[in-house]
């Protein structure tokens, strides 16, 4: 199903692929073919990191699959309303530690988080090329999804995200439909400064 939205516009030019990822929460409950999620998750595996330390992981379940289940209960309620639709569900970890090339033992990497923020981005992007659309949340119980998916405790758990076909908001409950269009963006002029951080 293609489901027109309104294009946003940016201030400069920029590829048309930035304006159309955006985060949809009505799914269609379409599979994705496991070759196009090998090709979104292969995008993230090319994201830059500090020293190429690769701190990301990801975890995923398929729906339909127990693990499926397993990975939607960790999600806070608001969330498991719209996500139990998505194809795919997927959990970004992040390696708090790393080893240095020319080294042999582990230290702390300051970086770990933003390098994981920077294959999610990849991640996303590829999905929107793919005719897929991914969301991202913070809105899950990081305890227990350390607990439920054995992740490591040097291992942060980063975020939640959402894979799938995009739908009409019909398919969501009413109370979702407002929200259900790509967002805008603060103007350039306010995130970006030359020289220092302008004074309050």
């Known amino acids: 199903m293609t489901v027109a939205v309104a294009p946003r516009q940016s201030e400069h030019p920029v590829e048309p692929l930035f304006l159309e990822r955006w985060s949809p929460r009505a799914f269609t409950g379409e599979e994705i073919p496991q070759a196009e999620l090998n090709s979104i998750f292969e995008a993230a595996r090319w994201a830059p990191s500090s020293f190429n ?59 770990h988080s933003f390098d994981a923020g920077a294959a999610w981005a990849n991640l ?29 405790d040097d291992y942060e758990v980063e975020i939640a995200v959402a894979l799938g076909r995009r739908g009409d908001k019909s398919l969501l409950p009413e109370s979702f439909h407002k929200g259900e269009t790509p967002s805008g963006r603060r103007p350039l002029a306010e995130t970006v400064f030359e020289g220092a951080f302008p004074a309050a």
Request: aromatic share 12%; no cysteine.
């Open 53 to 111: 330390s690769q701190p990301w992981r990801f975890l995923y379940a398929r729906r339909g699959t127990p693990a499926f289940d397993t990975f939607l209960s960790l999600l806070v309620p608001f969330n498991q309303q719209w996500a139990q639709n998505a194809a795919v569900l997927v959990f970004v970890v992040s390696a708090r530690s790393f080893v240095r090339p020319g080294t042999t033992e582990a230290v702390p990497a300051r970086s």
């Open 124 to 152: 996303a992007l590829q999905a929107t090329k793919l005719g897929w659309h991914a969301h991202g949340m913070g809105g899950f119980d990081g305890e227990k999804a350390r607990t439920e998916l054995k992740v490591p």
